[in-house]
């Protein structure tokens, strides 16, 4: 595989992409809501704004499941520090997963059925780049400015994180740390991967944009369900997790990859031109 | 069908089909295209044209039978294939939002010009060719139709491909236009000794540009050959125009007295003969001196030939 024929695809790719606002607006609002409105207006304020002696809620089950390290990081905090502390470092943790997945959700969509619909499929499929490059190239399009959304959604987050911890925790700035680090950098990455990849299979082999789209809805299923485990307090972000996570989806990506490569057959791509 | 030997293939096909479900789109087509020939593929809308094209450029692969383009099979080299031949697929295929200078630029590189000065170069070169310089900047959405067409056309022979696949070049285009790339395709051919291969339905670009054609219907080859040789499967009597400087009754009847003439009508311009012959050599003199002598003036005589379209919608017919 020649890496720099993958990346030419990606060149022309993101040029294409940086000119379409009705897919990079998106891509950017979606995350910003989840990173600074969402955590602000509903969970974070009422953890600012709380009152004292009343019940944690449905978080008591996330407090009691949490690891022994973080069980310690609890102890002495009042019930506030904790409400708030439980909420911004590990409610929040799975969402943050969510968030590569939707912001390149509309660019995997678009790899092969927008050009499909576009009808510029043929002349691609015609230049003497191999599937796995071309694969590779489309992969990278969706990758790179999901990453991008996914790093800048972390820093509006811990910015906004921070200053609520300042005021809570007496001036203690509570994020970056070390799992959130783990978590953006190594999972998130490896979560969006998995996903960008069956979305570019579906748009592939389906007719438009729309359709890949909507099929690609159902690849946030896992991901919301480690969300409401996280909530039901089944599975807690801790560190050992996140390791086991990253490790499962390099193996999913890998396989993804090569099913992807395999999969695609330039037959099946122009059968399928709207 | 008519069937020549060839010096060199720059293409062949054997049996090649392609069949989607139960529909047989190209039914065991076999041909070759020598080395610098232009060739037609001609045929009805859904003949196969285009997936005989995409199945000669590695886009698609055959059912059955198979291909090889430039020495190379298409079923184990296509990476190879796809580097020699230039394509210009049925609609220009260009990215709407790049300029016209971002989009021969991925295709160069694509197509393996990979050092920059080389590609910049040859880029210029042919938009200075195809005069599209002065819009290089310009997002290819803001072309026109003709514009696009010759962009596509420049892309498709930014590599110096030595095989062209051409695939309705002309359509859609206003006369002038299609003047343009009709003569462009002669000059890739005759100066440049590529190879193409046509795919038309329009038999005036088939009949000014094509060495020999093939044309195909329902997926099947029906004749092979030059514009000529499929004339002259339309099995007719001869026809003589006689062109004169005024017409009258006896002139007409003296026509009718030739020995080897079947029939007379006079052509809507009132001074034009249509004299349909057994024997075009031996009739012609007899015709002239038998309307000299009845008193006309011969302005011009000429044998007509059955025209390409004639050939081409008999032969479609048939099948």
Excluded at chain 1, 41 to 51: G, K, N, P
Excluded at chain 1, 206 to 228: D, H, M, N, W, Y
Excluded at chain 2, 103 to 121: K, P, T
Excluded at chain 2, 282 to 310: C, D, F, H, K, Y
Aim: glycine share 6%; aromatic share 6%; proline share 4%.
């Amino acid at each position: 595989m020649r890496i720099q024929k993958a990346m030419l695809v990606f060149r022309k790719d993101w040029r294409e992409l940086r000119r379409n606002w009705q897919v990079t607006l998106p891509i950017f609002i979606m995350p910003f809501m989840f990173s600074a409105l969402l955590p602000s207006l509903v969970v974070l304020i009422r953890a600012v704004a709380f009152v004292p002696g009343a019940p944690l809620g449905g978080l008591a089950t996330v407090v009691k499941n949490l690891p022994s390290q973080a069980q310690n990081e609890l102890a002495g905090l009042t019930d506030q520090q904790a409400l708030f502390y439980v909420v911004s470092i590990y409610f929040f943790a799975p969402i943050f997963l969510i968030i590569p997945l939707m912001a390149s959700s509309v660019i995997a969509s678009d790899s092969f059925a927008g050009e499909k619909e576009r009808r510029t499929i043929e002349a691609l499929l015609a230049t003497p780049i191999s599937d796995s490059e071309l694969f590779l190239g489309k992969i990278l399009v969706s990758f790179i400015p999901s990453m991008i959304v996914t790093v800048a959604s972390f820093l509006i987050y811990s910015t906004v994180v921070d200053v609520f911890s300042r005021t809570i925790f007496n001036g203690r700035l509570l994020l970056p740390n070390v799992i959130w680090i783990i978590l953006i950098f190594g999972l998130a990455p490896t979560v969006a991967l998995a996903g960008i990849g069956l979305t570019i299979i579906i748009s592939a082999r389906v007719k438009g944009f729309r359709e890949a789209q909507q099929i690609s809805v159902i690849l946030l299923i896992p991901i919301l369900i480690l969300v409401f485990g996280q909530v039901s307090g089944a599975i807690i972000f801790g560190p050992e997790v996140v390791a086991a996570l990253i490790g499962a989806f390099v193996g999913v990506d890998l396989l993804i990859f090569r099913i992807g490569v395999r999969l695609f057959r330039r037959d099946e791509v122009l059968s399928k031109l709207a | 069908m008519v069937r020549k030997v060839s010096i060199v293939s720059a293409v062949q096909a054997a049996g090649l089909t392609k069949r989607f479900g139960s529909l047989t789109a190209v039914d065991h087509l076999s041909f070759e295209i020598r080395e610098g020939e232009v060739f037609g593929l001609l045929g009805p809308n859904g003949a196969g044209k285009t997936t005989t094209i995409r199945m000669l450029a590695c886009l698609i692969s055959p059912s059955e039978g198979s291909a090889s383009v430039g020495g190379y099979d298409t079923s184990k080299d296509s990476l190879k294939v796809r580097e020699i031949v230039g394509i210009l697929t049925e609609n220009p295929s260009l990215y709407e939002k790049l300029t016209v200078y971002e989009n021969m630029d991925f295709f160069a590189e694509a197509y393996g010009l990979s050092d920059a000065q080389e590609r910049s170069s040859r880029i210029r070169e042919l938009l200075e060719f195809f005069r599209l310089r002065d819009r290089k900047n310009e997002k290819v959405a803001k072309l026109s139709k003709g514009m696009k067409q010759k962009l596509a056309i420049a892309r498709a022979i930014v590599h110096n491909p030595p095989i062209l696949f051409l695939d309705e070049p002309t359509t859609g285009l206003d006369p002038e236009s299609a003047k343009g790339i009709r003569d462009l395709i002669e000059g890739l051919s005759a100066q440049e000794k590529r190879t193409i291969l046509l795919c038309t339905h329009r038999l005036e670009d088939a009949e000014k540009l094509c060495n020999r054609m093939m044309i195909v219907n329902k997926g099947k080859s029906v004749i092979v050959g030059t514009a000529e040789q499929l004339r002259s499967t339309i099995d007719s009597a001869p026809l003589l125009r006689v062109v004169l400087k005024g017409m009258n009754q006896r002139i007409i009847e003296a026509v009718r007295g030739v020995r080897h003439v079947r029939d007379v009508n006079v052509e809507n311009s009132a001074s034009n003969l249509i004299v349909t012959v057994d024997d075009l050599a031996a009739a012609t003199p007899e015709v002239v001196r038998n309307v000299v002598q009845a008193g006309g003036e011969v302005l011009s005589v000429n044998p007509i030939q059955p025209s390409l379209e004639e050939a081409y919608l008999k032969l479609v017919k048939a099948e």
